[in-house]
């Protein structure tokens, strides 16, 4: 796994590295630099630039394995969104939104692999991953059932809440998963999506339903804008229940 091969090399000078990764796709969730080795004005000659060589070297996995990276830039050690934005855009990162919106993720920022002799192609790319996505069949309606119960349990969610599968968009369903606080109801749109991102669409939005249940889902609008700490919680946890998910289902990841 890439996460540990990027550990391995540069952990002397990182804080933290945080990276799912799928047969098809890769999610950086967190990369920090130790203070003394970030790049700044102050060290500006002297620094190693380790979010670069981190990111170069992810990138080169990634087009060599003919995987997907997404990310969501966050405001972290006083660097603006933009910022990260514009540094993300250098390594062929686009917005997750428009003509490259993909439905199948989640995050803000999105990098298709470049594969040899081809230009970056949405359409290639998810024709070459066609049997990673998710279907009506029904051993893939009972995985997800059972990643369902795994996560509930996790969380300690004891009551009924109904996770609804959606291989059409509706009016009910604002974005590509969506949390009721009305009537605890998780509906998450399913269509062209790899099973695994279903998977952390859910424990995304069970971990919204525990904050609601435990009265700590106040205002909605607010409480799931980016960045906002309930939504960031819900980040952390669902790459949690992934993580303990994977160490028992590997195929899921392969």
């Known amino acids: 796994m890439i996460e540990k091969e990027l550990l ?3 952990g002397e000078y990182l804080l933290a590295l ?5 047969r098809t796709s890769i999610r950086l969730s967190m990369i920090k630099v130790k203070p003394e ?3 700044n004005k102050r060290n500006y000659e002297n620094s190693p630039r380790i979010g670069t060589k981190v990111m170069t070297d992810l990138i080169k996995y990634a087009d060599d394995n003919m995987k997907i990276i ?4 966050d405001n972290i050690d006083g660097v603006s969104v933009n910022v990260l934005t514009q540094f993300y855009k250098k390594f062929g990162f686009k917005m997750n939104k428009g003509y490259n919106k993909n439905y199948e993720y989640m995050d803000l920022m999105i990098r298709y692999p470049k594969l040899p002799g081809m230009k970056e192609s949405k359409t290639i790319i998810k024709t070459l991953l066609r049997e990673a996505i998710m279907t009506k069949e029904k051993q893939d309606v009972l995985d ?9 349990k996790l969380l300690d969610i004891d009551d009924d809440v109904t996770v609804e599968l959606a ?25 062209d999506r790899a099973k695994i991102d279903v ?3 859910i424990a995304h939005e069970l971990v919204h ?7 700590r889902l106040t205002d909605p609008e607010k409480d799931g804008a980016d960045g906002s700490p309930i939504e960031n919680e819900a980040n952390a946890l669902a790459g949690v229940i992934m993580r303990k998910w994977g160490r028992i289902h590997p195929e899921d990841y392969v």
């Open 37 to 39: 080795f970030r790049y």
């Open 209 to 215: 339903h525990k904050q609601n249940i435990d009265g």
């Open 8 to 10: 391995d090399k540069y």
């Open 70 to 73: 997404t990310l969501t830039p």
């Open 18 to 22: 945080d990276i799912s990764e799928t």
């Open 167 to 191: 291989f059409e968009k509706t009016p009910d369903l604002r974005t590509t998963a969506y949390y009721h606080n009305s009537d605890h109801r998780v509906k998450v749109y399913v269509k």
């Open 199 to 201: 998977m952390r669409s």
């Open 144 to 152: 997800v059932s059972d990643f369902v119960n795994f996560a509930k």
